[in-house]
C-alpha cells in the first residue's frame, strides 16, 4: 500500500502525466480514479498510500471540488506539489473532421480554456461536461454520442483516436497545479522554500472577520500565495477561507501565526506544509496595471454617478 497512488483518470489524464513527473512515481502502482472524490477516498479508506489531484489552474482558477474535497470530511495533508503546463487537442474518431462536429465533450475547466477557439473555429459546437478530459477521450473511442473530445495529445495514443487540431487553448501560459494528498502522518521537513494550505472556518460573518486573519499574516511577514471562500454547506451565504501561504508548520513565524489564528477562528484545519514547487518565485512578479490618471476622489464620485 505504501507504493500504491490513485490520481484523478482514465489513462491519459493531465493528472496521469503529471504524476509521471514526480520522483515518488517510479516503480510505484498508480491506480486511476473516476473523479476527485474517489481518488481522495481510496486515501481515507486505506487503499492506497496517497492520490495526486489538481487543485488549480493559471487561466481558470481553482479546482471547487478539491476545494471542497479537503476542506470537508475526514483530514487529509499534502506532502507534495507540482505544476506542468497544458495544452489542449482536439480529438476525434478515425474518418472525422472539423466540419462534422456538432458535439463535444471534455471537463468544465478545460472547455473554460478554449472558449475563445471553440467560438472561431467551430461556432454553435454543444460542448457536454466529462468527469476528466481523458474521460471525454475513452468514452468517446467506444462510441458516446458526441463527435470530438478536448483533452491531451496524449490521449490520442491511448484511446485510438486522430488529433484534428493542437494547441486549441485559448491562453499559450496555462498552467496546471497538482498536490499529493495522503492520511496525517506523513509530514515533511522543512527545505526552506515550503508551502502550507489551511482551511479557515468563522464563528459568524461580522466586519473584519477576513481583515483579523490576514493580519495574523502580515504583521509576522507571511506571504499568501492563495485566498479564496467557499461555501460551508450549512446555509446560504456562510463560507470557509481556503488559502496557501509561503513557509512551514515548524517555521516561527507561521506556528506564531497559526496560534493566533487557532484563538479567533472556529476551527483551523491544516492540510499540509510540503515543498513548494508551484513554477513561482517566493515572493512573486510585480504586475505592471494600467490605472487612470483620474484622482481616487473624482474615480469615487464619478462611479456613484454611474460615469466611466
Known amino acids: 500500500m505504501k507504493n500504491s497512488f490513485a490520481y484523478l483518470g482514465p489513462k491519459g489524464t493531465f493528472t496521469e502525466a503529471a504524476f509521471l513527473q514526480m520522483p515518488i512515481a517510479q516503480g510505484a502502482e498508480l491506480i486511476p480514479a473516476e473523479s476527485v472524490r474517489e481518488a481522495l477516498n481510496l486515501v481515507r479508506t486505506g487503499k492506497v498510500f496517497g492520490a495526486l489531484v489538481p487543485i488549480e489552474n493559471s487561466v481558470e482558477g481553482s479546482v471547487a471540488t478539491t476545494l471542497d474535497e479537503l476542506g470537508h470530511g475526514d483530514s487529509l495533508e499534502i506532502i507534495d506539489e507540482i505544476a506542468i503546463p497544458v495544452e489542449f487537442a482536439l480529438l476525434a474518431k478515425p474518418g472525422v473532421s472539423i466540419s462534422d462536429i456538432k458535439r463535444i465533450a471534455t471537463h468544465p475547466h478545460a472547455h473554460a480554456q478554449c472558449v475563445d477557439w471553440l467560438h472561431t473555429n467551430?461556432?454553435?459546437?454543444?460542448?457536454?461536461?466529462?468527469?476528466?478530459?481523458?474521460?471525454?477521450?475513452?468514452?468517446?473511442?467506444?462510441?458516446?454520442?458526441?463527435?470530438?473530445?478536448?483533452?491531451s495529445v496524449a490521449a490520442a495514443k491511448h484511446y485510438g483516436l486522430e488529433i484534428l487540431a493542437q494547441g486549441i487553448g485559448d491562453s499559450d501560459s496555462a498552467w496546471t497545479r497538482f498536490v499529493l494528498v495522503s492520511k496525517p502522518g506523513h509530514a515533511q521537513p522543512s527545505t526552506g522554500n515550503d508551502k502550507t494550505t489551511l482551511s479557515l472556518f468563522m464563528h459568524r460573518n461580522q466586519p473584519g472577520a477576513l481583515l483579523n486573519i490576514l493580519t495574523?499574516?502580515?504583521?509576522?511577514?507571511?506571504?499568501?500565495?492563495?485566498?479564496?471562500?467557499?461555501?460551508?454547506?450549512?446555509?446560504?451565504?456562510?463560507?470557509?477561507?481556503?488559502?496557501?501561504?509561503?513557509?512551514?508548520?515548524?517555521?516561527?513565524?507561521?506556528?506564531?501565526?497559526?496560534?493566533?489564528?487557532?484563538?479567533?477562528?472556529?476551527?483551523?484545519?491544516?492540510?499540509?506544509?510540503?515543498?513548494?514547487?508551484?513554477?513561482?518565485?517566493?515572493?512573486?512578479?510585480?504586475?505592471?496595471?494600467?490605472?487612470?490618471?483620474?484622482?481616487?476622489?473624482t474615480w469615487l464620485e464619478n462611479l456613484r454617478q454611474r460615469k466611466s
Open 216 to 297: 495574523e499574516f502580515a504583521v509576522r511577514g507571511v506571504d499568501l500565495s492563495r485566498l479564496e471562500s467557499r461555501p460551508t454547506k450549512q446555509q446560504l451565504g456562510d463560507y470557509f477561507f481556503s488559502l496557501d501561504c509561503v513557509g512551514h508548520i515548524d517555521d516561527e513565524n507561521l506556528g506564531d501565526a497559526l496560534i493566533e489564528l487557532r484563538r479567533i477562528c472556529a476551527d483551523v484545519k491544516f492540510l499540509g506544509s510540503y515543498p513548494r514547487h508551484d513554477n513561482a518565485s517566493a515572493h512573486g512578479e510585480v504586475i505592471d496595471v494600467a490605472k487612470s490618471n483620474v484622482d481616487p476622489q
Open 122 to 151: 467551430i461556432p454553435g459546437v454543444h460542448v457536454l461536461p466529462a468527469m476528466s478530459t481523458a474521460a471525454a477521450a475513452e468514452e468517446l473511442s467506444v462510441g458516446a454520442n458526441y463527435d470530438a473530445a478536448i483533452c
